[in-house]
């Protein structure tokens, strides 16, 4: 009776695990079959941007009926993990998007072929379009983002307060000036919101980081990236990190801003609200909206680059499809479709000309040439993840009026340990 | 030979009807308890090329030296500390409530487990809305003291976690009023007869009937809530995200948010050990403590 039970709970076991692979297995997410190429998408949730995905590839399939190229869009929210769970089952598609600070960290861990772009084509796209690492080219982008200081201009001129310009941007003693004048004016009950109602992680490192940048300060130490030590605890990441919390302790932002900071602005309860691109739409309900550059806090003024891009696996079977794939699609047509559909700016010049109110002198020019002089890419470092995680803590942990100091010099700590324990990530 | 031969055939049956959940067990819980015991003493990572290495207990010293895990721990045991007795102890005053013969007991006995079969993370976001300072809880609060009050509550780290507690105990306490419940219908009802025949009041029924009746509910309730209340998770990644200031971190939010989104696998299997050492710690004391006692 023993081995009977024994030898049942065996074959239980071994058919369990069979229906399982099976079950596996019959979901080919892999990066071909057959004659096709899968794209993976992040833009399920969006509709009008995966239109533009889909109709890239109808074009692709319509001219290569031999080589077609399948799209699988996925929730945002699950893409990364999508990808990471694919890439340990060996399953990645050819073709993927990524974000462009994560492009890195994969390119380390071998998801990512470098890419056989050409040059000439590379040098029409915006800078920060363009995702490298160690020298090679993994990932380029349709389009942009921008960050922008969304204002009320009758509060400022009420106020007394300059409107500043790209060539001219505020000082952070201007800024200060302005905050304390449009504050006293009385009229709305948030002067500049921060936009802190985020839980998530990448708006505090998207989002802040600039600021810090534009005091001098950054996440790592860019000639190196073998440590943070200095860049992000010392003197002028301290006035960085004063002043953030200053902003909540004088009252301008609030501790946690509700979670649509940019309704709460078009609905006339703050001046001035930090916000990107992606909130411009709605900037006409305002009637008297205008969008500033960040102020500069000696640095110079500065705002994130970097969104999502497209990059080819290295498990691609067929990696030379993959890379034409890219290299067709990267026209101005299709990036002026992406521009069309959606707040976005387009990733070249070319593709600027043919979308009303990208040209020069355009209504949305500024953020194309904001993004040119002030776009600063998030370190470009396999050890991003980790970075930005203790970075977003930190900033959550200042903006809630923790000691600024001590907080900094465990954020250096905890990075600095990372970078050891990972042989500095390949640096 | 014949008995034998029957209890073969029903061995093996018993055995192919237990498989599905054995092997669903055994690869969803005893693989990955495995997995991270030994990657506990490993510095694995979520993405890297780097092969796996030993490094011996140099995840359990870092947690030493971790101020957040410390923090997340004394909230985690603070946690479990108010809402056990707290929550059992509300779950069985409406389980006694709900227990009389009346019209419309039905009705509350539903509306107080309408929370229950309410997804925790709904709960947590319209909680989030009345903890707003111009939230619910607050406007109530002004109308009520005429606006001497006003907190706010989630982002001050004095009430944060004890505003989470509240609306834990909220939602949870209803499933625990009915497991109450069922065990005072098991109370046979002519003890309370012969109690009040006896002259016996209400409160030395309850003293003297109930609550020895009620025996094997309170250990199966007491262990149920302080494994959910140490594992508290959701509440805190929907409403705070551990802020401010660590004031709502816990060890499994710790280690969810090490493990996930700064990709360190093997901190956070040092992290997740530790938790379950202390569960197992908190069951077996609770088991000696409510041991049956030969009398």
């Known amino acids: ?427 | 030979m014949r008995a034998r031969m029957q209890g073969g055939g029903q061995g093996r049956t018993g055995l192919l009807m237990v498989a599905p959940a054995g092997v669903l067990l055994i690869l969803f819980f005893f693989v990955p308890v495995a997995l991270g015991f030994a990657l506990s003493f490993t510095d694995a990572r979520l993405i890297s090329p780097k092969p796996l290495e030993f490094v011996g207990l140099e995840n359990f010293q870092r947690l030493l030296d971790d101020p957040v895990f410390w923090t997340s721990l004394r909230n985690t045991l603070f946690f479990a500390a108010v809402i056990v007795p707290a929550q059992s102890g509300f779950a069985l005053l409406l389980a006694v409530l709900v227990n009389v013969k009346m019209r419309g007991t039905n009705l509350f006995r539903m509306l107080y487990f309408v929370p229950v079969v309410t997804s925790i993370v709904v709960v947590s976001i319209l909680w989030r809305f009345m903890y707003q300072p111009d939230g619910l809880v607050n406007s109530m609060l002004h109308w009520m003291t005429g606006n001497v009050v006003r907190v706010d509550w989630l982002n001050d780290t004095s009430t944060a976690l004890p505003a989470i507690m509240f609306m834990s105990a909220w939602q949870a306490v209803g499933f625990h009023m009915v497991i109450w419940l069922a065990g005072l219908q098991t109370i046979p009802g002519e003890l309370y007869e012969a109690a009040e025949i006896d002259g016996a009041g209400r409160w030395h029924q309850f003293r003297f009937i109930t609550w020895p009746g009620l025996r094997s509910t309170r250990t199966f309730i007491l262990v149920t809530i302080t494994i959910a209340a140490l594992s508290l998770f959701t509440q805190i990644h929907v409403m705070t995200g551990g802020g401010p200031l660590d004031a709502t971190s816990t060890v499994v939010f710790q280690a969810v948010r090490v493990g996930y989104q700064q990709q360190q696998t093997a901190y956070a299997s040092a992290i997740s050990l530790v938790f379950f050492l202390l569960v197992l710690a908190v069951s077996l004391i609770q088991r000696w403590l409510t041991r049956e006692r030969s009398a």
Request: proline share 6%.
């Open chain 1, 1 to 427: 009776m023993r081995m009977s039970a024994k030898r049942t709970l065996r074959w239980g076991v071994a058919a369990a695990l069979v229906a399982a692979a099976a079950a596996c297995g019959s979901d080919n997410a892999g990066g071909s079959s057959g004659d096709s190429l899968t794209l993976w998408t992040h833009n399920a949730g969006n509709p009008q941007e995966l239109a533009v995905v889909e109709q890239i590839a109808a074009d692709w399939n319509a001219a290569h009926p031999d080589k077609k190229v399948t799209v699988r869009a996925f929730p945002q929210a699950a893409y990364n993990e999508a990808v990471v769970s694919a890439a340990t089952a060996k399953k990645l598609p050819c073709i993927l998007d990524t974000d462009a600070p994560t492009v890195p960290n994969w390119a380390y861990a071998g998801y990512l072929e470098p890419l056989d772009i050409p040059d000439d084509l590379l040098a029409k796209q915006l800078p920060s379009t363009v995702g490298k690492y160690q020298g090679k080219t993994y990932s380029v982008g349709y389009y942009e983002a921008a960050l922008g200081l969304f204002a009320r201009k009758s509060a400022l001129t009420a106020a007394g307060v300059r409107v500043p310009t790209l060539e001219q941007p505020w000082t952070g003693a201007e800024f200060d000036q302005a905050l304390q004048k449009v504050k006293a004016g009385g009229k709305y009950p948030i002067t500049f919101d921060l936009g802190t109602g985020d839980t998530g992680t990448e708006w505090w490192t998207y989002g802040y980081s600039p600021f810090l940048q534009s005091f001098g300060g950054d996440l790592i130490d860019r000639t190196s990236y073998k440590s943070a030590s200095g860049v992000l605890n010392g003197d002028k990441a301290l006035a960085w990190a004063t002043w953030m919390q200053g902003l909540v302790k004088k009252g301008y932002s609030p501790q946690k801003s509700s979670a649509d900071a940019f309704a709460d602005f078009v609905n006339g309860k703050s001046a001035m609200v930090w916000s990107g691109i992606w909130n411009s739409g709605s900037l006409s309900k305002v009637d008297d909206g205008v969008v500033l550059p960040p102020p500069d806090f000696g640095n110079g003024a500065k705002v994130g680059g970097g969104s999502w891009q497209w990059a080819v696996s290295s498990s691609c079977p067929d990696k030379a499809t993959a890379m034409e794939y890219l290299r067709t699609s990267l026209t101005a047509k299709n990036m002026a479709a992406f521009a069309q559909k959606q707040n976005v700016i387009p990733a070249s010049e070319e593709a600027a000309a043919l979308v009303p109110g990208w040209q020069p002198g355009g209504e949305k020019r500024f953020f194309l040439d904001e993004s040119k002089e002030l776009a600063m890419v998030r370190p470009p470092t396999p050890g991003y993840p980790y970075l930005t995680t203790t970075f977003a803590k930190a900033t959550q942990d200042i903006v809630a009026g923790g000691d600024p100091k001590q907080i900094l010099d465990r954020a250096v700590a905890e990075i600095d340990r990372d970078l050891k324990s990972n042989d500095y990530y390949g640096f």
